[in-house]
């Protein structure tokens, strides 16, 4: 059976188990309320004002800046060719779709706003997509090496634990170049009891069926 057991960022390692099983990060979506206060105010003298293009832009900003941008995907690697035809390649980026008529409703009526933001804070993890999703043979160890090597002050202890591999280093970068705070971080553990191969086919599918944002490419 499959069923999660969260740790919040501060209770790592703590009750850990030294046990082989699967984990998924997740990111704690928050638009501060005192954000959520200045837009109000300024969206609606942008509405007063006859802008509710601008109202809605506003809001667009506040929304992206908070928590869309903090969860975008990662550009992907494009190639296109053809049969006699020369070929292309680059990146594509991810473009941001929120609807103007959404937007504009959420400039509108402040109340809307600010059911949003209370939310977002409780949608982990079951209305929010996964940062990461791992597997270990010790959950303790590899988790308290994440965790070094997100948190500034323990770049100098990192764990020697032989699973600290390059996708836990990209993770932690993203993470900080993304600006998710440590505080906001929650990570959910599932123990597969002293069965290492059973988490890792777990991990394997869980991966390639949820797509997790900064998953392994």
Request: aromatic content about 8%.
């Amino acid at each position: 059976m499959l069923k999660g057991k969260p740790y919040h960022w501060e209770e790592i390692p703590g009750y850990l188990p030294e046990k082989p099983g699967v984990y998924a990060w997740y990111s704690v979506p928050d638009i501060p309320e005192y954000d959520i206060r200045v837009c109000i105010s300024e969206s609606t003298q942008l509405i007063e004002q006859g802008k509710p293009k601008e109202a809605a832009e506003r809001v667009r900003k506040l929304i992206s800046s908070s928590v869309l941008d903090k969860m975008a995907p990662p550009p992907y690697d494009v190639r296109v060719t053809g049969p006699l035809m020369p070929g292309y390649s680059g990146q594509i980026g991810f473009e941001d779709s929120m609807d103007l008529d959404v937007l504009l409703r959420l400039a509108q009526d402040p109340v809307r706003l600010h059911a949003l933001g209370h939310a977002l804070k409780q949608s982990v993890p079951y209305f929010t997509a996964p940062l990461y999703i791992g597997m270990s043979g010790n959950l303790r160890e590899r988790l308290q090496g994440h965790k070094n090597l997100i948190e500034p002050s323990n770049q100098n202890s990192l764990s020697p634990y032989n699973e600290m591999i390059i996708e836990d280093q990209n993770f932690a970068s993203e993470i900080k170049r993304r600006g998710i705070i440590s505080s906001s971080l929650v990570v959910y553990v599932s123990e597969q009891v002293d069965n290492t191969q059973a988490a890792r086919d777990i991990e394997y599918i869980l991966n390639r069926s949820t797509f997790p944002v900064l998953g392994r490419r």
